[in-house]
């Protein structure tokens, strides 16, 4: 007799709102991760939102600066980043691209609005590399909004920017460091999505827009953007489209499990290896 798996979705342990705060050159963002209200989530160091249409709100943007031991990921959804750094590299991040950047042993990078006016819309997020990474050759993963398979399924459209879907379609960044999982997910009203996950993998949604519902201790609840969903154990993810529909971000990684010392832009495993980054920065050995 074939019987039919129920996979166990992940229910929903905590949610916050982020905190209000800036960066770079006065840069306003809503901090997902990495604050006070939401600690980091291993691998997942800090997750920034920014989004505005003043250009007061981000026109300054982040001019140089250092970065020692983790990668940055950039996902614009609106507006035009330009990057640049001290390696020689550059290239402009336009609306629907990605940049998957491993600063490794150092560099020193910046990233400018190349508009002043109109809407600048996206997230940041920072992820760890394990002690074996931490001092390798700076290196970028980019691709444009067209490189990245899109699956449409019933009720749902999923942008795979890394990892895979459910229909082996898979995304062109590779983090095998993690297995990360980068999805950002489209709910039509009432649209189900469900993505099943590794088991002890680390996974959250970042509800951005609409509403939707999520299964928790106490059945489905709905959540509204800006929500940052932390999920527990389970095999799959599931969201469920509100009335008006809902766009958000689902991100998983393996945990790395190894000891942490941070301090601003440098994340290493232990204090000295921090205190050997910022000798080698004022050196200028990055």
């Given at each position: 007799?074939?019987?039919?798996?129920?996979?166990?979705?992940?229910?929903?342990?905590?949610?916050?709102?982020?905190?209000?705060?800036?960066?770079?050159?006065?840069?306003?963002?809503?901090?997902?991760?990495?604050?006070?209200?939401?600690?980091?989530?291993?691998?997942?160091?800090?997750?920034?939102?920014?989004?505005?249409?003043?250009?007061?709100?981000?026109?300054?943007?982040?001019p140089?600066?250092?970065?020692?031991?983790?990668?940055?990921?950039?996902?614009?959804?609106?507006?035009?980043?330009r990057?640049?750094?001290?390696?020689?590299?550059?290239?402009?991040?336009?609306?629907?691209?990605?940049?998957?950047?491993?600063?490794?042993?150092?560099?020193?990078?910046?990233?400018?609005?190349?508009?002043?006016?109109?809407?600048?819309?996206?997230?940041?997020?920072?992820?760890?590399?394990?002690?074996?990474?931490?001092?390798?050759?700076?290196?970028?993963?980019?691709?444009?909004?067209?490189?990245?398979?899109?699956?449409?399924?019933?009720?749902?459209?999923?942008?795979?920017?890394?990892?895979?879907?459910t229909?082996?379609?898979?995304?062109?960044?590779?983090?095998?460091?993690?297995?990360?999982?980068?999805?950002?997910?489209e709910?039509?009203?009432?649209?189900?999505?469900?993505?099943?996950?590794?088991?002890g993998?680390q996974?959250?949604f970042v509800?951005?827009?609409?509403?939707?519902?999520?299964?928790?201790?106490?059945?489905?609840?709905?959540?509204?953007?800006?929500?940052?969903?932390?999920?527990?154990?389970?095999?799959?993810?599931?969201?469920?489209?509100?009335?008006?529909?809902?766009?958000?971000?689902?991100?998983?990684?393996?945990?790395?499990?190894?000891?942490?010392?941070?301090?601003?832009?440098?994340?290493?495993?232990?204090?000295?290896?921090?205190?050997?980054?910022?000798?080698?920065y004022?050196?200028?050995?990055?």
């Amino acid at each position: 007799m074939n019987v039919a798996t129920e996979f166990k979705a992940r229910k929903v342990i905590a949610v916050t709102h982020g905190e209000a705060t800036s960066d770079g050159a006065g840069v306003k963002m809503t901090r997902l991760i990495g604050s006070g209200a939401q600690p980091p989530i291993d691998p997942f160091l800090m997750l920034d939102f920014f989004g505005s249409e003043r250009a007061g709100d981000y026109i300054g943007g982040f001019p140089d600066h250092p970065h020692r031991g983790f990668e940055t990921v950039t996902y614009m959804l609106a507006g035009r980043m330009r990057h640049s750094d001290n390696h020689g590299h550059s290239g402009v991040i336009d609306a629907g691209d990605v940049q998957w950047m491993k600063a490794g042993r150092g560099l020193i990078h910046s990233e400018m609005p190349e508009q002043d006016h109109g809407l600048m819309r996206g997230f940041q997020l920072w992820i760890n590399l394990p002690a074996s990474e931490k001092m390798s050759p700076p290196a970028y993963q980019e691709f444009k909004a067209a490189q990245m398979p899109v699956e449409e399924r019933e009720g749902a459209r999923v942008k795979i920017i890394a990892g895979a879907g459910t229909a082996g379609l898979i995304g062109p960044v590779r983090a095998p460091h993690v297995d990360a999982t980068y999805l950002d997910v489209e709910l039509a009203p009432g649209g189900a999505f469900r993505q099943p996950l590794p088991a002890g993998h680390q996974a959250f949604f970042v509800l951005y827009d609409g509403e939707a519902a999520a299964p928790g201790d106490a059945g489905p609840q709905l959540f509204q953007a800006l929500s940052l969903l932390a999920l527990g154990e389970g095999e799959e993810a599931t969201l469920t489209g509100g009335p008006a529909g809902a766009r958000a971000l689902l991100l998983a990684a393996r945990p790395l499990r190894e000891p942490i010392a941070w301090s601003g832009p440098f994340v290493m495993n232990t204090r000295q290896e921090l205190i050997q980054a910022y000798e080698d920065y004022r050196q200028g050995k990055f």
